[in-house]
Nanobody
């Protein structure tokens, strides 16, 4: 059974940092790109950052570029999202997901490109 487990969320003050983790199981982890997404109340789920199967290609959307860094450790079946200089606009439930294609250097922030999703972890940025 394919599973993705996201963790690391919490309450942090503006300007603070958090590191999210996503552990995958039930599939060949190093064959698949992984993406991080977020959904704020009343808004659609949006892509944040994504990373290719080998980790050599990454993409982050404009609102987080330069503040968030995605990385992966395939030996630990884990993808990380390091979030620095957090803002109140970053408040959302964060999800990780597995791409619906394998063995590719393509990365995509579109939800339609992902087939399995983790349960989400809440990130709240507030003073």
């Amino acid at each position: 059974e394919v599973q993705l487990q996201a963790s690391g969320g919490g309450l942090v003050q503006p300007g603070g940092s958090l590191r999210l983790s996503c552990v995958g199981s039930g599939f060949d982890f190093d064959d698949y790109a992984i993406g991080w997404f977020r959904q704020a109340p009343g808004r659609e789920r949006e892509g944040v950052s994504c990373i290719s199967s080998s980790g050599d290609v990454t993409y982050s959307r404009d609102p987080v570029r330069g503040r968030f860094t995605i990385s992966r450790d395939n030996a630990k079946n884990t993808v990380y999202l390091q979030m620095n200089s957090l803002k109140s606009d970053d408040t959302a439930v964060y999800y990780c997901a597995r791409a619906n294609y394998r063995n590719s250097r393509i990365v995509s922030p579109r939800t339609s490109q992902y087939d399995y999703w983790g349960q989400g972890t809440q990130v709240t940025v507030s003073s």
